[in-house]
């Protein structure tokens, strides 16, 4: 009974460096989302995906890049990595249903100096 | 645009006492909504959700919150604070056309004084 697996929980990275934030759901959730969180911000939706093939761009996806070539999995991919980009970053899932609201993953805490 | 407001960054109260965090939603087409809890280090549990059907809904640990059609507001409340109520809150709305995908608040925290 897994729900979002989010890898890895802590990362530090260089400016510059790339990295990928790993997402796995098993609960068949046809919607994922990449959030980030910034103390007194909320939560930010930088990426979605409505099924396997389909991705959108949310709220703040600039410095960011998403695939979705399986059901289960929605990996975040962040390229020459921004001091800006310091962050809590949450992978969650639901199913097509305004009323389910999301499975949340742990969080991924990203250092960029 | 439509958003979620959430009044008051931080709310202390003291253990025993009324929780009262509020929550406000800015659409003209009445949305399904959400409070989640999060704890320090943890990811976002689901508190209760409104969707349409009692106004008034109970969630888990003894929260309840309370959907106001005429004041565009979905506050939680819980009579009695116990110190693991300390968190952060956050209210998320479904709008009408986006189908799963939610908006949320900035957040609350609760401090709970002993």
């Known amino acids: 009974n897994a729900g979002v697996t989010q890898t890895p929980k802590f990362r530090i990275l260089k400016i510059g460096q790339s990295m990928t934030l790993q997402c796995a759901q098993d609960?068949?959730?046809?919607?994922m989302y990449w959030y980030r969180q910034d103390p007194g911000m909320g939560l930010k939706l930088i990426y979605y995906?409505?099924?396997?093939?389909?991705?959108d761009k949310g709220e703040v996806p600039n410095g960011y890049n998403v695939s979705r070539s399986t059901t289960e999995d929605f990996p975040l991919r962040l390229e020459l990595a921004a001091p800006s980009q310091t962050s809590v970053y949450f992978c969650?899932?639901?199913?097509?249903?305004?009323?389910?609201?999301?499975?949340f993953g742990s969080g991924t805490r990203l250092t960029v100096v | 645009a439509q958003s979620v407001t959430q009044l008051g960054s931080h709310v202390s109260v003291s253990e025993g006492a009324l929780v009262l965090l509020r929550c406000n939603y800015s659409?003209?087409?009445?949305?399904?909504l959400f409070w989640y809890v999060q704890y320090p280090n943890q990811g976002l549990q689901l508190l209760l959700k409104?969707?349409?059907?009692?106004?008034l809904v109970k969630g888990i640990n003894g929260f309840e919150a309370e959907f106001k059609k005429s004041e565009t507001s979905f506050h939680l409340t819980k009579p009695s604070a116990h110190m693991s109520d300390a968190a952060e809150y956050f209210c998320?709305?479904?709008?009408?056309?986006?189908?799963?995908?939610?908006?949320f608040g900035q957040g609350t925290t609760l401090q709970v004084k002993p």
């Open positions: 659409s003209s087409v009445p949305p399904y």
């Open positions: 609960m068949n959730h046809n919607y």
């Open positions: 409104y969707t349409s059907a009692a106004t």
């Open positions: 998320a709305a479904s709008l009408s056309g986006n189908t799963g995908k939610l908006i």
């Open positions: 995906s409505v099924g396997a093939g389909i991705t």
């Open positions: 969650a899932s639901s199913y097509p249903d305004r009323g389910g609201g999301y499975t």
